[in-house]
């Protein structure tokens, strides 16, 4: 296995930190990994998949989202349409090598991978681990929370990532997407 530590560019301009874990082979299939919220691209998932898919001939992409680890932004200006627009960053990249790309998401990174897999037909393979589902109520509790609160002090990760979010829990939308593939 090796890997190589690179930068890229979003949408925005911003440098998004990246590693690859590839195979001995020179063409090879490449997995995406979209790390969950307050992760990076270090994450415990990313570390044994680096390990492991290399070894099945397989790349692995792992990157942080902007705001996140060692790229660009802050971390309390991200959106999850921002975390979209850099997985999609991201795919782009990718296909300029391989035209079979898988995306990974745990957790957050799963809603990531889920909205971007049903909007772009060059993901092959979508695998979800453990996706944020139905936690509509949740949100909508933490952005009471919030509210309440941000007369008083400003927060790390404010109101507008939480609305944002509630944009693309609708997974029934993407089911269908993908399934008439």
């Not at 063409?27 to 070894?55: C, D």
């Not at 971390?75 to 296909?95: G, M, N, P, R």
């Not at 079979?100 to 799963?110: M, R, T, Y």
């Amino acid at each position: 296995m090796k890997q190589q530590k690179i930068f890229f560019k979003n949408s925005k301009g911003q440098r998004l930190a990246e590693i690859l874990y590839y195979p001995k082979n020179n063409s090879f299939p490449v997995a995406i990994i979209s790390h969950g919220y307050r992760s990076k691209k270090e994450s415990k998932v990313a570390l044994a998949l680096g390990k492991s898919l290399p070894k099945k001939g397989i790349g692995l992409f792992a990157f942080d989202f902007s705001g996140n680890g060692e790229s660009e932004g802050k971390f309390e200006k991200t959106t999850v349409t921002q975390y979209i627009d850099d997985l999609k960053s991201a795919i782009e990249l990718i296909s300029k090598k391989t035209n079979k790309i898988a995306l990974i998401g745990p957790s957050l990174g799963g809603l990531i991978s889920l909205n971007s897999a049903s909007k772009d037909e060059s993901v092959k393979t979508l695998i979800l681990i453990s996706p944020l589902s139905h936690f509509r109520g949740q949100i909508r509790k933490e952005i009471k929370r919030i509210t309440k609160r941000i007369k008083s002090e400003e927060k790390k990760h404010g109101i507008g990532f939480y609305i944002d979010a509630l944009k693309y829990l609708r997974y029934s939308k993407h089911k269908k997407k993908l399934y008439q593939r």
